[in-house]
């Protein structure tokens, strides 16, 4: 599914902050549900639900990630 | 429902130009505070309907949500105009189609003005026990053979809708900027409501004894209404296409803001039932359907006596947004109608004084004005409303689904900047497709709720096709009447059109490949090699 390139970020904004701690909270938060689903029984929804969040998360971080080193680049 | 918006609400005689400055955080808030504004009504339905089992309901629903948006950002990305679904099902099937198309969808934008009033007043509804020592929401008087009319709700949404009428004909619009910050209030504050919901509240006995239950006793016709039920909280995807006619490079920006939009929505809304069901039992929400979010707001500890009542007003704002984007997209989708020579110009009339579409704005502000009396005769107005509301949608998105599979193949040349993942390579009349297989799944799993919509919604099931019906009847009438095609299509030149769009939307590398491919087809349809896709566009030399 290509998408056309945006260009490099002109300044990192307040936005691209929010998608970092965005990323990283989410990811933290799908592991905080899988550690505390798992002892308690196999839940197929909260398991789903914790790997969607720690997927989710990667995905933001690597994208505020590839901003973030653009920007620099450009800097 | 940005501030361009207005140039498009207040008709001018020439042709429409909506073309402004969207920016890629812009386009995304603006989808956001529409598509993500829906979990506020669809919660409590679903989780009513589908009990335990709400979030396979929310994730059924959501995957093929998923496939819809991804058509959608394909699809207006490729014609970056405002026409939206009617516009793409007009291109890939004709004329008949592309009113069927559109007059479901106009269905929808009238039940979501209803919709979203009620929804909106139930969230204001919120305060009245604390501020009146009653919960306006279940206040009820018995009038004949209807026992519970929960009259003063029924005023405070009769109250909404003549507000927005007002203030439509006024033409007073919510700026772009008002609309990132309520974009991202909300998307911090539904954030905030996981997070802490998951980290200090959360249950996940609680979860599972709920999904047990649901699995060993819930009937089967029970899901389907409930997962048929959370597509509403998906709904809105129209402004994707909206977005795309108002953003500069909307090649570049739109794939990318809607896909970002697409994947938090769906799992923002999957978020808020799993976290919904570990904090609270599937009762607490089928008892307070009228506001959800804030009753799942005010049970998490520490934080819930301040997020509950700030839930209750974001709540009560976003969701009179929607319905206001209701009273908008009537108008833009009558009007792209009337333009495409689908239906009467009567339409079109402007307001002498406030240069709005003043018949659009009253006809069908009335029309969700009666549907919301109507449902208050129901025992539960929303349940009654969103009954009505997945029908247009279902039967629209299918539309589209088969327009995208059609378009690869009658219109090859326009330049796909995006394109839905999983294609295979098919060879016709000398030339190479992308056959869309997602788009084969989405056509099917979108089918399957309409089939759902069909065999569970029973109010849906007789007053959504008598609606397209009855559009339909008058589509027919009017075509004769005005010397057109009735069932044929109006000859367009397309090709002329796309080069104007692709032109304002500053889209000049798109614009060559473009023109690039059709020298290439016209060369090779003059050496004879090749015979062009069928379509009803003229081609006029270039």
Redesign the interface.
């Known amino acids: ?6 260009p490099p970020p002109m300044q990192f ?1 307040l ?1 691209d902050k929010y998608r970092l701690w ?1 990323g990283a ?1 989410a990811i933290v ?1 799908g592991v ?2 899988l550690w ?2 798992v002892p ?2 196999i ?4 398991i ?2 914790g790997l ?2 720690i997927g ?1 998360g990667v ?1 933001r971080l690597w994208l505020g990630y590839t901003r973030l080193k653009q920007w620099k680049s450009k800097k | 429902m940005a501030d361009a918006a207005v140039v498009m609400e207040k008709i001018p005689d020439k042709k429409a130009e909506l073309r402004r400055d969207v920016s ?2 812009g386009s995304y808030t603006w989808g956001y505070a529409d598509v993500g504004a829906d979990i506020y009504a669809a919660l409590g339905l679903v989780i009513a309907a589908a009990q335990g089992l709400a ?2 309901a929310f ?1 059924f629903a959501g995957m093929v949500y998923i496939m819809i948006g ?1 058509a959608y950002t394909e699809l207006a990305s490729t014609y970056p105009v405002a026409g939206g679904g009617q516009y793409f099902t007009l291109r890939g099937l004709g004329d008949i189609w592309g009113f069927i198309a559109g007059a479901a969808l106009l269905l929808d934008y009238t039940i979501d003005i209803a919709l979203f009033a009620v929804a909106s007043a139930g969230y204001i509804n919120f305060f009245t026990p604390y501020l009146f020592g009653v919960d306006f929401g279940k206040v009820s008087i018995a009038l004949g053979p209807f026992e519970q009319i929960k009259i003063i709700w029924l005023i405070e949404t009769m109250a909404l809708i003549a507000f927005l009428i007002w203030i439509n004909i006024r033409g007073v619009r919510e700026s772009s900027l008002l609309n990132e910050v309520l974009g991202a209030t909300h998307l911090i504050l539904e ?1 905030l409501l ?2 802490l919901g ?2 200090l509240a ?1 249950d ?2 609680l ?2 004894d709920q ?1 047990t239950q649901a699995v060993q006793t819930l009937p089967v016709d029970r899901f389907m209404y409930g997962s048929s039920l959370a597509i509403i909280s998906f709904v809105g995807l129209e402004s994707i296409s909206q977005a795309a006619q108002e953003t500069r490079r909307p ?3 739109i ?2 803001t809607s ?1 970002a939009l697409i ?2 929505v769906f ?1 923002f809304a ?2 808020s039932s ?1 976290v919904g069901l ?1 904090m609270l039992p599937w009762q607490r929400f089928a008892e307070n359907i009228g506001d959800p979010v804030a009753q799942l707001a005010k049970a998490i500890p520490l934080f819930g006596f301040l997020a509950g009542p700030f839930a209750a007003i974001l709540g009560a704002i976003i969701l009179f947004i929607s319905a206001n984007t209701g009273v908008m997209g009537a108008s833009r989708l009558a009007f792209s109608m009337s333009q495409l020579q689908l239906t009467t110009r009567w339409l079109d009339k402007v307001h002498p004084r406030f240069h709005t579409p003043v018949r659009t704005i009253v006809v069908f502000s009335l029309m969700g004005a009666c549907e919301a009396l109507l449902s208050f005769l129901t025992p539960s107005a929303l349940d009654t409303l969103g009954n009505m509301y997945a029908f247009g949608a279902t039967l629209g998105y299918t539309l589209v689904f088969i327009s995208l599979i059609t378009l690869r193949f009658k219109d090859p040349y326009s330049p796909r ?5 999983g294609n295979i390579k098919i060879k016709r009349n000398g030339r190479v497709v992308d056959f869309p297989v997602f788009g084969v799944l989405g056509t099917l799993g979108v089918s399957f709720i309409l089939f759902e919509v069909i065999l569970t919604h029973e109010i849906g099931r007789i007053a959504g096709p008598a609606w397209v019906i009855v559009c339909l009847t008058f589509y027919l009438f009017w075509r004769r009447r005005n010397h057109l095609p009735v069932l044929g299509n109006t000859s367009r030149d397309w090709e002329r059109q796309q080069i104007e769009v692709l032109t304002s939307a500053e889209e000049y590398e798109l614009l060559e490949e473009y023109k690039d491919a059709l020298a290439r087809r016209d060369k090779k349809v003059n050496n004879g090699n090749a015979k062009p896709p069928t379509t009803n566009a003229v081609h006029p030399r270039r």
């Open positions: 599914m290509g998408t056309r390139n945006l904004t936005g965005l909270a938060l905080v549900i505390r689903t308690v029984a839940s197929p929804p909260a789903l639900i969607a969040f989710f995905h | 890629i955080w979030p396979a994730a991804l954030s996981i997070f998951f980290i959360w996940p006995q979860l599972l999904w090649a570049t920006v794939p990318r896909i994947f938090t799992i999957v978020g799993v570990g900047p995006y394109k839905m993942p």
